[in-house]
Structure formats: C-alpha cells, structure tokens
C-alpha cells in the first residue's frame, strides 16, 4: 500500500479527538484515511494506519465501524478495515492484518527479537531429558517421533536439532504478525505470539511465546481462560474454558478445554483432551481423554482412548521420573487402570485393572491384559473379534475433523497391515514355542511377566492365524481385482511385486505404517545432509504414505509364499481358490464373532435401569425406542452386509479363475 503523511488539518482533527503521537512525521496513512474514527489514541514509533472502511456485524445486530479508539501503538501497522478499541495498556511492535477485530485487551507485544515458539524443547516421555523434541511449524507426528524416539543415532539427532535451528532463526523476527479476519476480544496478555489469519481469540488470560497457525480452511479458536506458554497450535484446533498449556505443541484439528492442563507434551491430529492431566506424554493422532481423574505422564499413545481413572507412574522412588512407557496404536485402558513404566503395551489392546509388572506385549497385539491378584494375565489376540475394535477403526476416519488442504500427520488407519500381521506371526511362533516349552496340558504359562491361561493361548494361535488369513486374502483378492486370466502363467506374472521396497520389517511411526528400509534411508539421507529441510523431510514421509499399498503387496507377497508353503513359480488358480476360501472363512468367521459381542449389548441384564417402574415389557419398550432393536442397529446391519458382501467378493473371484482349473 501507498501511505501518506497526515495533513496538518488531519493532525489538528485527531488531537481536538484526544490523539497524541510521539512524532506525528512517523504516522502515515491510507489515501483515504478518515480520521474521525480514530479516537484517544497515542502513537509512538513507526505507525502505519490503512483504510478505516468498513464495519463489522455483531451478535444482538449492532455493526461496530472499522477504527481506532482508546488504544496505545507502538510501532504498529494496521492494515484496511481493522476496529480497535480499549487496549488498556499497549500494542508494539505488530503488522496487523485487514478486517481484523481487537477490543478490550491488555496488551499485545513483541518484546525483541523471538522465535515465536518455534525451536522450544519439550522434555517428551523422559522428564529429566534425553528425548527432547523441537517443535516448530512444521513438525509432524512423524518427524516428532523419530527426533524422539532414534536417539541409538547420535548424528541423526545433532542433525535434526540443526534443521530445526535453521527453521526457527529464520522465521525470527522484532516485529509480530497478527493476519487477515483475526479476532482478540477480552484478553489478558500476548506476548511474542504470531496469529494466523481467521483466528479467533476470546476471553485467553495468556499466551505468551507460541504462534497460532490458523488459516481460513482451517480456523483456531482459543476461548475463555486459556493460559499458553512456550506453545504451537496447528490450524483448526480449538481451545477453550482453562486449558492450560506449559511447553506442548498441539497438532492439527485437536480439541482441549474442561481446565484441561499439560506440560512438556505433544499433541497431534485429532487428539481430543478434557478435564485430567498429561506431563511428558506423546500424544499420536487420536488420542483421547476426557476425564478428570485421568493422568498421562511418559507414555507414548496413538489412536487410544483413556478410561477414566487411567494413570501411569514414571518413577518408582529411585533415581526419580526417568521410565517411559508405550501403549502401540489402538490401545486403550479401563477406567481405574494403572500401569507402572517400564512397560509396553501391543496394539490395540486393552489394559484394566492394575499392573506393576512392567511386561511387554509388543508381539501379541489386540490382547485383553487383565489384573488379578496383583498379576498380569493376558488373553492374545481376543480383541480381533470385539465390537469395540472394529467399531474404533470405522470412526477413526469419519472423524478426522482437518480441514487445511496441508495435512502435517501421515495417518494409516488400517486395523490389518504389514505391522500389525508381522506381529501376529511373531505372536503365533511365540505361543506356540510357549506351548511346546511348558507342555501342552499346563494350566498357565508365563510370558513377560504375565501368565496366560492354556485355553487363552491355544485361542490366540487361531485368533491370529484367522487374522493373517484376513489379510492375506485381502490382499490376494485386491491384487487380482476386475482382471481375467488365461492361464496360471498369467495369475503369477500379476502376483509378481512391482517393487522390491517393502521386504522386511515395518514400523508404525505414529500414524505412518512403513517399511523401516525406507525410514532408515530417509535417516541416512538426514545425516549425510542429502535432506536438510523440514518440508523435504516431511514430504519424504508423505511418499512413503502415498505408496503405501505398492508397498504393502511386496510385503504380503513374501508372506503369503511362506505363510501356506507356496512356490512362486507353481502358483495355480487352485492355489489362489484355497487362499480364498481360507479368506472367506476367516471373514465370516470373524464378523459371526463380532454379532455375537455385538449382541450382548441387548441382552436383558444391559436394560437394567430401563423401564424403571415396569414390567419386563415395558423394560423392553423403553430400551427398544431409546436404543433400538439389535436387528435395526446400523452396525449390526452393516455387519450382516459386510459378511453378504465378502462372501460375494470370494465368490467372484473364485468363479473368474475355475475355468483354469484342470
């Protein structure tokens, strides 16, 4: 924009207003500017003032004209449209955006030359230090996790700290921006905090060293009582009534309120945390608590849910809080739990009761770990036929609430994968190598600090073979999707991988599901300084995520020869129908197990308090019209279609290759 110099008529009209400036010379404004909305203001420093066009519609009717009244500036541009009134003490050293809002605030202020929040170290899962984390504007779930986590590769560290170094000095400055659309109304204080345009900011005591990454696909709210120090909020989160935050990055469309308080901790997408605590945690996508008996302290988490009452100790009266823990994708705890790190938690699995063991389930996954006695037993694989399990991987996606088009989190919400079958087919080895070393007629066997039951171990080994079949099959079936084969030469040839990358292990890097060949490649490019920035980094991420199902065939290529003793070059149609066949048992198999969970929340002992003052049958009414009938529920429909639709799927295939059988 073109600025002017007042007039001195424009001068003489703003003092007869109660204007003052320290030097009228350093105050220069739009061609248009309109000085008789501006009121009992002082300017100090270099001033720039934009069009004051405009008005802003408020609740109740009333519209507020664009202008400055009651404030104090220092060094401060305005941009066009903006309305500023009672700003009891001072607004320095800011650019401020058109069509933005302030009123009644305390003061807002950039006191020298600051990060704003970029390059602050969290002290994550080890409270004494060693894991520390610098957040910035770009970090991801990812990136986090192995600046965390892949401290066994000293240069990997120093390097990422310097890339992280470089973002935050570059994106230093004196002055603050505040952008386009912001709102700050009934404020305390902010300082050295940059705004993003369409943010909204009422009723915040304080924020003080952060910035706000909001835009307008994805708004931030900060709301009453919110106190924010040495912080980064990603666009479209929200928080409201008392949080308070100490140290913590907060990812992208993540909720926080109810007094919610946490420190030293790290938030990514979709988390949702209300009324308990958190100190030193990992927070990965999907992590949710909502109560107010609940801490989280040193644990690393993804897609989990804390029963209320959830708590974690990090120290056990020694060499202070030094022990971490972690509960894999998908876990969850019952309320009252209590774990007592060291210890690790396959995924999803459900901890209840309390544990002091320190075991580590990290190899039989979708396991119930149950207390009793003071001792952990644990049922493997029991939770691959729960309601809960697969009713938690059909929301995950439906409530992915990340409306900004630059996703940060590399999110995998795949229930089966090379990550979680690996760890199956590590599973079924280990229990069975249990078994043979114990006997096959003991009662309990132990493993990790914990005991299984024998019935418990012998179901597990089907548990996870019916998994692995699942996803084998899965993947068979998609392979060979809307194609027509001539001859058994033909089926092998598709069935071929059409990349080596995938062999080998896979690791769930907080969301990411990847080969561990391609993250150490990435790992090796960082310390060469092949990769350098943190978008290049991210973005090789991002790769990783969009390939993944080229991947994936690669991996499950490999298993599927090994897993049912298969010669790539003598696969047959009929090989391919066996799978199948295994494939369609295991599904209808799986999904008859999850009816029958499914049915247990309509048995008459769930309608206790229903039809309170009835007879049975006026029980059964009232439960019908407020839950339903279990033949009508939309999951339990969805269920019976899923079974229909499978079966059908199985089916097509099965037909496509019979020609080919001799």
Not at 96 to 103: H, K, P, R
Not at 112 to 121: C, D, I, L, M, S
Not at 290 to 305: C, P, V
Not at 466 to 494: A, H, P
Request: net charge neutral; glycine share 8%.
């Amino acid at each position: 924009m073109n600025y002017r110099n007042l007039t001195t008529n424009e001068v003489a009209q703003l003092e007869m207003q109660g204007c003052t400036a320290t030097d009228w010379n350093r105050v220069c404004v739009a061609p248009d500017f309109a000085p008789q909305y501006v009121a009992h203001a002082h300017f100090s420093g270099d001033i720039r003032i934009g069009s004051l066009q405009g008005e802003f519609p408020m609740k109740g009717g009333i519209l507020k004209h664009a202008g400055l009244r009651h404030v104090t500036l220092h060094n401060v541009t305005v941009g066009n449209a903006c309305y500023i009134k009672d700003v009891h003490n001072y607004i320095a050293n800011y650019t401020i955006g058109d069509n933005t809002y302030i009123e009644n605030v305390d003061s807002i202020v950039v006191d020298g030359k600051t990060r704003f929040g970029n390059g602050v170290e969290v002290s994550v899962l080890n409270e004494t230090g060693g894991r520390e984390v610098a957040i910035s504007d770009k970090l991801s779930a990812q990136l986090a996790y192995i600046m965390a986590m892949y401290r066994h590769r000293p240069e990997l560290a120093v390097r990422l700290r310097e890339i992280a170094d470089y973002y935050s000095t570059k994106h230093s400055s004196e002055i603050g921006d505040i952008a386009d659309h912001v709102t700050i109304m009934n404020v305390g204080t902010i300082i050295n905090v940059r705004i993003g345009s369409y943010a909204k900011i009422v009723g915040a005591n304080r924020l003080n060293n952060g910035s706000v990454n909001s835009n307008k696909e994805a708004p931030v709210y900060i709301g009453h009582n919110v106190i924010c120090d040495d912080f980064i909020i990603s666009s479209g989160s929200k928080l409201d009534d008392g949080a308070m935050l100490t140290r913590c990055f907060v990812g992208q469309a993540c909720a926080m309120g109810h007094s919610y308080s946490a420190s030293d901790s790290l938030f990514f997408s979709n988390c949702q945390e209300e009324n308990g605590e958190a100190c030193a945690i990992f927070a990965g996508p999907f992590t949710v608590t909502h109560h107010k008996s609940t801490l989280l302290i040193a644990g690393m988490f993804s897609f989990m849910n804390a029963g209320s009452g959830s708590n974690q100790s990090n120290h056990m009266y020694k060499l202070g809080p030094i022990h971490q823990g972690i509960l894999e994708r998908g876990a969850k705890t019952s309320s009252d739990s209590y774990i007592l790190w060291p210890s690790r938690v396959g995924s999803f699995s459900l901890v209840m009761g309390r544990h002091i063991n320190h075991s580590d389930t990290s190899n039989l996954p979708f396991s119930y770990l149950i207390e009793k006695n003071d001792t952990t037993y644990l049922v493997p694989g029991v939770n691959l036929r729960s309601v809960g399990t697969i009713r938690d991987a059909q929301k995950w996606p439906k409530r992915d609430k990340r409306t900004d088009p630059n996703k940060l989190d590399c999110i995998n919400y795949n229930l089966l994968s090379p990550y979680t079958i690996q760890k199956m087919y590590k599973g079924c080895k280990i229990l069975k190598d249990i078994q043979h070393a114990s006997g096959v007629l003991s009662d309990e066997y132990s493993y990790q600090s914990a005991k299984i039951r024998n019935t418990s171990l012998v179901n597990g080994i089907k548990f996870y073979k019916t998994g692995i079949n699942k996803f084998l099959g899965n993947s068979v079936i998609k392979r060979l999707e809307g194609m027509t084969f001539k001859s058994d030469e033909e089926i092998r040839e598709r069935l071929k991988p059409d990349t080596p990358i995938g062999r080998g292990e896979w690791v769930d890097i907080s969301g990411l599901i990847a080969p561990k060949s391609e993250v150490d490649q990435l790992l090796d490019h960082i310390e060469s300084g092949k990769v350098n920035k943190l978008k290049e980094i991210n973005a090789d991420f991002m790769r990783m995520h969009t390939n993944y199902y080229t991947y994936e065939w690669t991996w499950a290529y490999d298993l599927m020869l090994e897993f049912y003793d298969l010669d790539p070059d003598k696969i047959t149609a009929a090989d391919i129908i066996s799978i199948v066949n295994k494939w369609q048992e295991a599904v209808v198999g799986l999904d008859k197990m999850v009816y029958e969970d499914a049915k247990k929340e309509f048995s008459l002992s769930s309608m206790t308090g229903f039809g309170a003052d009835g007879t049975k049958f006026e029980k059964e009414q009232d439960f019908e019209q407020v839950r339903g009938a279990f033949e009508s529920n939309t999951f339990v429909t969805a269920v019976l279609d899923h079974i229909k639709a499978k079966t059908a799927l199985g089916n097509e295939l099965i037909e496509r290759l019979k020609p080919l059988i001799k």
